[in-house]
């Protein structure tokens, strides 16, 4: 398209859409619970039914993920879940990945001695 040279006034508008844009994977992301229990030294899970957990990680602030667990090597996953960790993981900053059935949730948490 080409335009004459001059003034155009009305060439853009601004439109505003009622859209739900939460679907219903992302409702089902919001309630799954992730908690790091100090005392008991354990990552604790709590997921809707209906979601799959396929695999948790460990991973430090570098990236490096430090373990993992899925259902190969913990036949316990449940909707409600604790998974023991070392008690020789140095004190610091991890983030928690989980990946399941309906997307991925990350938390970050601090783990003291």
Request: no cysteine; net charge positive.
């Amino acid at each position: 398209t080409t335009l004459d040279p001059g003034d155009y006034l009305n060439r853009y508008f601004i439109t505003f859409k009622k859209d739900n844009s939460l679907s219903l994977a992302d409702e089902q992301l919001n309630l799954i619970l992730v908690n790091y229990l100090q005392d008991s030294k354990e990552i604790f899970i709590k997921i809707p039914n209906g979601v799959d957990i396929k695999q948790v990680y460990l991973t430090n602030m570098l990236g490096q993920t430090i373990t993992s667990w899925n259902k190969t090597n913990t036949p316990s996953m449940s909707n409600e879940m604790k998974i023991p960790v070392s008690r020789l993981l140095a004190e610091g900053t991890y983030i928690i990945n989980v990946q399941t059935s309906s997307g991925t949730i990350n938390k970050k948490v601090v783990i003291s001695k």
